[in-house]
């Protein structure tokens, strides 16, 4: 298991962009797959957006695909969340996790961040 902190988030007027942030303690991070989920308030989390060992396997939410661009640095052990042309219904809690294996839900990772507020006004 690795040690998530996402940093990042904040709030943006609609039609905006901000670079999430996901740095991983462990020398094993490269082996994980990690994944973006996200949470409105009052809904269940959600898929965002997830990329596999090497970068070579990611996987988008219809949601957000061709806004969003997900990416790693193993050395730097960090992932990072491009979002762009954001919309007043990207607001959530964004949380990273990491895991062998690409999943759809959260808790199927074995990590996971507390979290950082991605906030968009109309």
């Known amino acids: 298991q690795v040690t998530l902190v996402e940093t990042g988030g904040g709030l943006v007027q609609a039609g905006g962009s901000l670079r999430l942030s996901c740095v991983a303690s462990g020398r094993t991070f490269s082996t994980y797959t990690v994944s973006w989920f996200r949470q409105a308030e009052g809904a269940e989390s959600e898929f965002v957006a997830g990329?596999?060992?090497?970068?070579?396997?990611?996987n988008y939410a219809s949601s957000v695909k061709g806004r969003f661009t997900i990416s790693r640095d193993d050395a730097k052990n960090t992932v990072y969340l491009l979002m762009n042309s954001l919309k007043p219904e990207d607001t959530a809690v964004y949380s990273c996790?990491?895991?062998?294996?690409?999943?759809?839900?959260?808790?199927?990772?074995?990590?996971w961040g507390q979290g950082t507020q991605v906030t968009v006004s109309s």
């Open positions: 996790a990491a895991g062998p294996d690409m999943k759809l839900r959260r808790d199927d990772y074995d990590s």
């Open positions: 990329i596999g060992r090497s970068g070579i396997v990611s």
